[in-house]
T-cell receptor
Framework: DSGVTQTPKHLITATGQRVTLRCSPR?????VYWYQQSLDQGLQFLIQ???????AKGNILERFSAQQFPDLHSELNLSSLELGDSALYFC?????????????FGAGTRLSVL | AQKITQTQPGMFVQEKEAVTLDCTYD???????LFWYKQPSSGEMIFLIY??????QNATEGRYSLNFQKARKSANLVISASQLGDSAMYFC????????????FGTGTRLKVLA
């Protein structure tokens, strides 16, 4: 168990809908990262938050948004869903800085858009 | 631009034998981190091993070791005494040092351990 909690584990929805994925980082970790893993795109970095503030953006669509709350949990909002958004979405967390800055991943949320 | 390359889409290894999974990287940074993750069929990403660019010794974690050749920009994962439970997808990743610490992942190698 990595200590990173993601809910829900599975999500099935229809095109055009909006969903929210939730992530609780490991105790003490200030950074949260979101990744998307699809069959044709591999593992892609979406966005990073550090202590409530956005730190970096990757290949995140405008239809997607995220935030990190004062208690450090994070939510990834996906709207106007398309079939191509079906993927495994990972949240990872890491401690502040540090030489190693190992990211620990949650179990992922598998999103199926029908 | 930073890049991770894993050239072996799939590998087979006999149980109890050792196997090497290849990873090469490209970066202009002097300071960086290299990581290996395991993704079993259940889907979770499991951290295996870390190597810092300034570490002189190759990293080892139990049956996992990282063969780090800085001049060749390679960071191969060696799994000794393979077990059936080692069958999984393995990803090599590099950490950017730009302050974001985001990871760049390779495309992965699928390892199948044969009984």
């Amino acid at each position: 168990d990595s200590g990173v909690t993601q809910t829900p584990k599975h999500l099935i929805t229809a095109t055009g809908q909006r969903v929210t994925l939730r992530c609780s980082p490991r105790s003490g970790d200030l950074s949260v990262y979101w990744y998307q893993q699809s069959l044709d795109q591999g593992l892609q970095f979406l966005i990073q938050y550090y202590n409530g503030e956005e730190r970096a953006k990757g290949n995140i669509l405008e239809r997607f948004s995220a935030q990190q709350f004062p208690d450090l949990h994070s939510e990834l909002n996906l709207s106007s869903l398309e079939l191509g958004d079906s993927a495994l979405y990972f949240c990872a967390s890491s401690a502040r800085g540090g030489a190693k800055n190992i990211q620990y991943f949650g179990a992922g949320t598998r999103l199926s858009v029908l | 631009a930073q890049k991770i390359t894993q050239t072996q889409p799939g590998m087979f290894v006999q149980e109890k034998e050792a196997v090497t999974l290849d990873c090469t990287y490209d970066t202009s940074d002097q300071s960086y981190g290299l990581f290996w993750y395991k993704q079993p069929s259940s889907g979770e990403m499991i951290f295996l091993i870390y190597q810092g660019s300034y570490d002189e010794q190759n990293a080892t974690e139990g049956r996992y070791s990282l063969n780090f050749q800085k001049a060749r920009k390679s960071a191969n994962l060696v799994i000794s005494a393979s077990q059936l439970g080692d069958s999984a997808m393995y990803f090599c990743a590099m950490r950017e040092e730009s302050g974001t610490y985001k990871y760049i992942f390779g495309t992965g190698t699928r390892l199948k351990v044969l009984a």
